[in-house]
């Protein structure tokens, strides 16, 4: 009686039960197949003997090759790869040296990357073949070499590791050599694909994701070696996210030049400036660039410098022009995360960070306050640290109290009697203190700071002077006080140094770098580090100056931008939390977006009134006039962030709502016939939360529309106007859309 098949064979896979009358003899082919698998190691012999002896008998009956191989698969002792390669007679690619070659993970231009497993060790590698021919050019192989050393010399948990290299002979007369080397194998995804799946990875994820690719970076500096390629197809991210550098086979080298002369070197959309002029003449410094290039795609989505589809062209927009800022892009953005992409994306070397090192400390800086990557609700409130600001000039007091934005709960005092009272009637963590108070002295001030608490409760001061000169601000440290700034300083800077001495207060736990959590010392409210403080509120100023003009000319009530408020963040609020989407849960750029709501028809103000008030159709040239008013809007909005610097991320946010709220999502608005998505996401909110507001509000040419006649109307009767997702949003809320357009 046959034996059956053990469990772990399917059954459909290959007919191997036949009746013992059918069952033919034993094939010298297959059996010849199999001893040379088995003798390459491309199947282990250990996995062999563990096959059930009537499989092993069974499969040496099989007369078709293709029914071996799959048998095999089914069985796992190969890989589809493994099996393929047989098939086309590519042997040679099955080992390398004491690697057997498990499957295909990637192509470049100096190799082919395969997964592959020591022979005896079992361990999971990555091999990086050369790809060699007769013709092949003796500096590309030095270079592959260089390559590998390179790795080899690098030992760090960001950077991937080279644990071996070799040269396998030619497997026939008049074949090549293959030289490889091997490094560990890191399962994940490449920050390009990962950002591709997933839009808008959370701020304080990209910036511990960028700390560690800065830390990595920084070992290979301190080795003297140049990467020339970073970019997001070169960091690796682990399924626990961690960071991992790859590809140092365009490495500029101390003490040696391998580049061929007019070549260009590096990814034309994330290369430094003077790379493309030269990719001799770089340092450290270009890296730099190309890191804050990658760290703009990740939080913007976008490159820095999309490809235009001419080389010529690109070189010239990399050596000539700085790419879009980062908060005109996605302006809910940390100001301080900002400041510091842009800092790195500066076209001047020397405008750039000083070191890969540094830029690794700004981020687990801005990690400490970043609010932490998880599922779980965050509170609803949180006790904020409490700062009093000692300065006699009011409106720098006014200036520093606004840098902090909501995240601390601020008090003011201009003069040192101001102080004391302060000091009697609450407990602060931290007093920044002007040491040039009329009638004080810096160092009595300290001595009162101090003697208002014991050592473990006294808050932390920080000594702020135009005219005390750093070392004598500095001896003050010796008399109590803890760090100093001397003027001018910029707001990043004050805040920065705020929260730095927050972090060492005594009492107050010091995360490791890198940890999204600040002990227990709250993040500031409202989501992330570097909040511009005030901005949606400096907004609302320069909206309220349109919105009067807008009531007077386009005859707005005065509940008009109020009830838009409140739309917008009802929408918000139903739409799901996947995608661009995401960033309707972003409570800084929700704040903004309201602010900017009610400039969306500002153009209008242009429109002469005998077309703006037209009550039948417009011809064609009535209509082309008023097609101009978004982009006449947006005009005004970007000259006015030209004189207005700090407001850039808000009027940038404004200009794009101007701009794009007459587009529609099947791409027959106006003014540039955007469609779906490329017609930006506020853009899009608004445009729905406002013709819902118009519909229902009477007008001097026609009556108000009941709430279930507007519904219907935007949800059925106009078809392709809207976006789809913030259509069935609306619909969630439509209840609550009623309620607020009858208050």
């Given at each position: 009686?046959?034996?059956?098949?053990?469990?772990?064979?399917?059954?459909?896979?290959i007919?191997?039960?036949?009746?013992?009358?059918?069952?033919?003899?034993?094939?010298?082919?297959?059996?010849?197949?199999?001893?040379?698998?088995?003798?390459?190691?491309?199947?282990?012999?250990?996995?062999?003997?563990?096959?059930?002896?009537?499989?092993?008998?069974?499969?040496?009956?099989?007369?078709?090759?293709?029914?071996?191989?799959?048998?095999?698969?089914?069985?796992?002792?190969?890989?589809?790869?493994?099996?393929?390669?047989?098939?086309?007679?590519?042997?040679?690619?099955?080992?390398?040296?004491?690697?057997?070659?498990?499957?295909?993970?990637?192509?470049?231009?100096?190799?082919?990357?395969?997964?592959?497993?020591?022979?005896?060790?079992?361990?999971?590698?990555?091999?990086?073949?050369?790809?060699?021919?007769?013709?092949?050019?003796?500096?590309?192989?030095?270079?592959?070499?260089?390559?590998?050393?390179a790795?080899?010399?690098?030992?760090?948990?960001?950077?991937?590791?080279?644990?071996?290299?070799?040269?396998?002979?030619?497997?026939?007369?008049?074949?090549?050599?293959?030289?490889?080397?091997?490094?560990e194998?890191?399962?994940?995804?490449?920050?390009d694909?990962?950002?591709?799946?997933?839009?808008?990875?959370?701020?304080?994820?990209?910036?511990?994701l960028?700390?560690?690719?800065?830390?990595?970076?920084?070992?290979?500096?301190?080795?003297?070696?140049?990467?020339?390629?970073?970019?997001?197809?070169?960091?690796?991210?682990?399924?626990?996210?961690?960071?991992?550098?790859?590809?140092?086979?365009?490495?500029?080298?101390?003490?040696?030049?391998?580049?061929e002369?007019?070549?260009?070197?590096?990814?034309?959309?994330?290369?430094?400036?003077?790379?493309?002029?030269?990719?001799?003449?770089?340092?450290?410094?270009?890296?730099?660039?190309?890191?804050?290039?990658?760290?703009?795609?990740?939080?913007?989505?976008?490159?820095?410098?999309?490809?235009?589809?001419?080389?010529?062209?690109?070189?010239?927009?990399?050596?000539?022009?700085?790419?879009?800022?980062?908060?005109?892009?996605?302006?809910?953005l940390?100001?301080?995360?900002?400041?510091?992409?842009?800092?790195?994306?500066?076209?001047?070397?020397?405008?750039?960070?000083?070191?890969?090192?540094?830029?690794?400390?700004?981020?687990?800086?801005?990690?400490?306050?970043?609010?932490?990557?998880?599922?779980?609700?965050?509170?609803?409130?949180?006790?904020?640290?409490?700062?009093?600001?000692?300065?006699?000039?009011?409106?720098?007091?006014?200036?520093?109290?606004?840098?902090?934005?909501?995240?601390?709960?601020?008090?003011?005092?201009?003069?040192?009697?101001?102080?004391?009272?302060?000091?009697?009637?609450?407990?602060?963590?931290?007093?920044?203190?002007?040491?040039?108070?009329?009638?004080?002295?810096?160092?009595?001030?300290?001595?009162s700071?101090?003697?208002?608490?014991?050592?473990?409760?006294?808050?932390?001061?920080?000594l702020?002077?135009?005219?005390?000169?750093?070392?004598?601000?500095?001896?003050?440290?010796?008399?109590?006080?803890?760090d100093?700034?001397?003027?001018?300083?910029?707001?990043?800077?004050?805040?920065?140094?705020?929260?730095?001495?927050?972090v060492?207060?005594?009492?107050?736990?010091?995360?490791?770098?890198?940890s999204?959590?600040?002990?227990?010392?709250?993040?500031?409210?409202?989501?992330?580090?570097?909040?511009?403080?005030?901005?949606?509120?400096?907004?609302?100023?320069?909206?309220g100056?349109?919105?009067?003009?807008?009531?007077?000319?386009?005859?707005?009530?005065?509940?008009?931008?109020?009830?838009?408020?409140?739309?917008?963040?009802?929408?918000?609020?139903?739409?799901?939390d996947?995608?661009?989407?995401?960033?309707?849960?972003?409570?800084?750029?929700?704040?903004?977006?309201?602010a900017?709501?009610?400039?969306?028809d500002?153009?209008?103000?242009?429109?002469?009134?005998?077309i703006?008030?037209?009550?039948?159709?417009?011809?064609?040239?009535?209509?082309?006039?008023?097609?101009?008013?978004?982009?006449?809007?947006?005009?005004?909005?970007?000259?006015?962030?030209?004189?207005?610097?700090?407001?850039?991320?808000?009027?940038?946010?404004?200009?794009?709502?101007?701009?794009?709220?007459?587009?529609?999502?099947?791409?027959?608005?106006?003014?540039?016939?955007?469609?779906?998505?490329?017609?930006?996401?506020?853009?899009?909110?608004?445009?729905?939360?406002?013709?819902?507001?118009?519909?229902?509000?009477?007008?001097?040419?026609?009556?108000?529309?009941?709430?279930?006649?507007?519904?219907?109307?935007?949800?059925?009767?106009?078809?392709?106007?809207?976006?789809?997702?913030?259509?069935?949003?609306?619909?969630?809320?439509?209840?609550?859309?009623?309620?607020?357009?009858?208050?």
């Amino acid at each position: 009686m046959q034996p059956p098949l053990p469990d772990y064979l399917p059954n459909d896979t290959i007919d191997l039960v036949l009746p013992p009358t059918e069952q033919p003899g034993i094939d010298p082919r297959t059996v010849t197949l199999l001893a040379d698998l088995l003798d390459l190691s491309v199947i282990h012999p250990e996995e062999w003997d563990e096959v059930d002896p009537a499989v092993r008998a069974r499969l040496s009956t099989l007369k078709s090759q293709a029914a071996v191989l799959d048998a095999l698969v089914a069985l796992h002792l190969l890989t589809p790869f493994q099996a393929d390669s047989v098939r086309d007679g590519a042997w040679g690619v099955l080992r390398l040296g004491q690697y057997r070659v498990l499957g295909l993970l990637g192509r470049g231009g100096m190799g082919v990357v395969y997964r592959a497993e020591h022979v005896h060790l079992r361990r999971d590698v990555a091999v990086k073949v050369f790809v060699n021919s007769d013709d092949t050019c003796p500096r590309l192989l030095r270079r592959f070499h260089a390559e590998a050393r390179a790795a080899a010399r690098l030992h760090h948990p960001n950077l991937i590791a080279c644990l071996d290299a070799g040269r396998c002979p030619p497997q026939e007369p008049g074949g090549v050599a293959r030289d490889y080397y091997v490094m560990e194998l890191v399962n994940g995804h490449d920050l390009d694909g990962l950002v591709r799946e997933h839009p808008l990875l959370p701020v304080p994820r990209v910036c511990d994701l960028f700390r560690q690719a800065a830390e990595g970076l920084a070992e290979a500096h301190r080795h003297g070696l140049i990467h020339r390629d970073i970019k997001p197809s070169n960091i690796m991210v682990t399924p626990d996210w961690k960071a991992k550098l790859l590809d140092f086979g365009l490495a500029l080298h101390p003490y040696r030049r391998m580049t061929e002369p007019g070549t260009v070197l590096g990814t034309i959309g994330y290369m430094a400036p003077e790379q493309a002029r030269d990719p001799h003449a770089v340092d450290a410094r270009a890296d730099l660039f190309s890191l804050g290039a990658s760290m703009y795609w990740a939080l913007t989505g976008r490159d820095p410098y999309p490809d235009t589809g001419s080389l010529i062209r690109d070189l010239q927009m990399r050596v000539t022009a700085p790419p879009l800022l980062v908060e005109q892009v996605r302006p809910e953005l940390p100001e301080d995360l900002c400041a510091l992409v842009n800092q790195l994306l500066a076209t001047d070397p020397a405008a750039r960070p000083a070191s890969a090192r540094g830029v690794a400390l700004v981020l687990a800086g801005l990690c400490r306050w970043a609010p932490p990557v998880s599922d779980a609700p965050a509170p609803e409130t949180a006790p904020k640290p409490n700062v009093v600001i000692v300065e006699d000039d009011a409106p720098l007091r006014s200036v520093l109290r606004r840098s902090l934005g909501d995240g601390f709960t601020v008090a003011e005092a201009g003069d040192g009697e101001a102080l004391r009272e302060l000091l009697h009637r609450q407990r602060f963590d931290l007093v920044a203190l002007d040491v040039n108070l009329p009638g004080a002295s810096g160092d009595q001030l300290i001595e009162s700071i101090r003697g208002h608490a014991p050592d473990g409760a006294r808050p932390m001061i920080l000594l702020m002077s135009g005219v005390v000169p750093p070392e004598s601000l500095g001896g003050m440290l010796e008399i109590g006080a803890d760090d100093f700034l001397s003027k001018p300083f910029t707001p990043v800077e004050f805040r920065s140094r705020i929260r730095g001495l927050l972090v060492r207060k005594p009492g107050r736990a010091t995360p490791a770098p890198g940890s999204v959590n600040l002990g227990d010392t709250p993040p500031p409210v409202g989501g992330h580090p570097g909040n511009a403080p005030g901005a949606a509120s400096r907004i609302r100023t320069i909206a309220g100056l349109f919105a009067q003009m807008s009531r007077e000319v386009l005859a707005f009530d005065h509940g008009y931008g109020e009830r838009l408020e409140r739309y917008v963040r009802a929408l918000a609020a139903a739409v799901p939390d996947e995608g661009e989407y995401a960033r309707l849960k972003d409570a800084r750029f929700v704040d903004l977006l309201t602010a900017v709501a009610p400039l969306h028809d500002v153009g209008m103000i242009a429109v002469p009134p005998a077309i703006r008030q037209k009550p039948g159709a417009l011809d064609e040239h009535e209509r082309t006039v008023m097609q101009m008013h978004p982009v006449l809007g947006a005009e005004w909005m970007t000259a006015t962030g030209a004189t207005a610097p700090a407001e850039v991320s808000g009027l940038s946010l404004a200009a794009e709502v101007i701009r794009g709220h007459h587009e529609r999502w099947d791409g027959a608005g106006y003014p540039d016939g955007l469609k779906g998505a490329a017609v930006p996401l506020a853009a899009r909110v608004v445009a729905l939360v406002s013709v819902y507001d118009v519909l229902r509000s009477r007008r001097p040419f026609r009556p108000a529309l009941a709430h279930t006649a507007v519904l219907k109307k935007l949800v059925t009767e106009s078809v392709g106007q809207f976006d789809p997702t913030l259509l069935a949003a609306l619909e969630r809320v439509a209840a609550q859309f009623e309620k607020i357009s009858v208050t």
